[in-house]
């Protein structure tokens, strides 16, 4: 076992105010998440797994999945988030603002993987679906 490795006890509850993640830092505005490439890295995956579960429980067998970078750039535009981004951004870099968005989310307890694995299985069309995972996030995500 690694020196700085962390045993979590399965029975203590994690909530919102309790620091999980040693690599999370705090953000003052919504653009200094959707802008966080390091954080979009961590993102990708897993939002692919994220909407992995989601066709597998649709499908009613396991697959693996991945999110093509125009359907978050669609969906990140559809949620109402284009206007916390800067002028100039490629499909590409809005693909990363929606997956550094979601992951935050999750790290801060703003929204759980079953909640993100619902709201994807439930919408057939996966624009809609990311859109609103990523409406429910904003909702929830107390910055400007």
């Known amino acids: 076992m690694h020196a700085h490795a962390h045993i979590i006890n399965p029975k203590q509850q994690t909530t919102p105010t ?26 990708d995956a897993y939002i692919n797994f994220v909407y992995s579960v989601a066709i597998s429980n649709r499908n009613r067998e396991p697959s693996g999945a ?45 929204i759980t993987l079953e909640e993100s694995v619902i709201t994807l299985e439930k919408n057939e069309d996966p624009v809609e679906g990311l859109s609103q995972l990523l409406k429910k996030i904003k909702n929830r995500t107390k910055l400007s």
């Open 66 to 110: 991945k999110v093509k970078g125009s359907t978050l750039a669609a969906a990140i535009k559809k949620a109402g988030l284009r206007d916390y981004l800067p002028s100039r951004m490629t499909r590409h870099m809005m693909a990363d603002a929606a997956e550094a968005l979601i992951v935050y989310a999750w790290l801060n307890n703003n």
């Open 18 to 43: 309790m620091k999980t993640y040693t690599f999370t830092k705090p953000y003052n505005t919504l653009t200094q998440i959707l802008t966080d490439h390091k954080l979009a890295s961590l993102g």
